[in-house]
């Protein structure tokens, strides 16, 4: 676990840096998935999916 809290801060560190360029490359998504996957892995997964799921059901419930 300890490995895995610096490698996705720098994945984030990257991903933000390539969203911000505004060119979207095969590479930039490549860093985006690795990003999402290392997240995943890491205690916020079970908020992130918490979150996810109350935000998609309010959305269902407005018929959108």
């Keep these: 676990m300890l490995f895995h809290v610096p490698v996705v801060i720098a994945l984030a ?3 933000l840096f390539l969203h911000r ?4 490359k095969p590479t930039h998504g490549l ?5 999402g996957f290392y997240l995943a892995d890491t205690s916020f997964a079970g908020s992130i999916h918490a979150a996810s799921a ?4 309010m959305i ?5």
């Design 60 to 64: 269902g419930q407005l018929g959108l």
């Design 13 to 15: 560190a990257i991903t």
């Design 31 to 35: 860093a985006c998935g690795a990003f």
């Design 54 to 57: 109350d935000l998609f059901g």
């Design 21 to 24: 360029k505004g060119s979207m």
